[in-house]
């Protein structure tokens, strides 16, 4: 994807999103999103988005409290595995950014690193492609060599975002149309605003 579809993807999920999976499938690492400002939602369900990093992938969590991180308690070192359901406001995302992953290193007592490969060293980053996703509680960098990105219904490119988050945008206006009839939490959330009439 390029740059303007990976700002749109930070958007689209800063505003309203929030972290709800974490798996890990051997060399694998899918992060599920839920609430994010993209396609027409259906009745009370928001819209849900995955990223998947794979070859050479990486977890580091950034943190303070050792019960912050518990999810990774039930990490299979012998199998790689994990998949487990959190839920955390997002606060910020940052792709491709070794600069801006630097201040934690220094921001948090401690780091928690799962890697496939046994060299790894999260200052020192190889790979092409990493986020960094700040919730109130904790920061997680993740990334490999390969980055893709789902809908429910199919992998993401950049023609594809664009005309969900066109769907999203039409959502919104009509919402606007209507708030005093309906009330929609991720509309209210979004910073977009319009005067009141």
Known sequence: ?????????????????????IEISQDSIYLGFKDVELGTPVS???????????????????????????????????????????LYNVKEIKFIDFEYLNTFFYSFKSEKTIADSDDF??????????MLIETEQMAIAVGGNQ???FSPF??????????????WMLYFLKYQQ??????????????????KK
């Open 147 to 149: 980055m893709d990105f």
């Open 44 to 86: 009370d369900e928001g819209f849900s988005l995955v990223v998947r990093f794979a070859d050479d992938s990486f977890f580091t969590t950034f943190f303070n409290n050792i019960w912050d991180i518990e999810f990774l308690s039930k990490y299979d070192y012998a199998n790689r595995l994990l998949s487990e359901d959190v």
């Open 154 to 167: 199919e992998r993401l490119d950049d023609s594809s975002l664009r005309e969900l988050s066109n769907d």
């Open 178 to 195: 209507k708030r005093n009839i309906v009330k929609d939490p991720m509309c209210e959330n979004h910073p977009l605003k319009y005067p």
């Open 121 to 130: 060293d999260i200052h020192n980053i190889r790979n092409d492609f990493f």
């Open 1 to 21: 994807m390029n740059t303007e579809s990976l700002n749109l993807i930070r958007d689209v999920i800063v505003n309203s999103g929030k972290l709800t999976s």
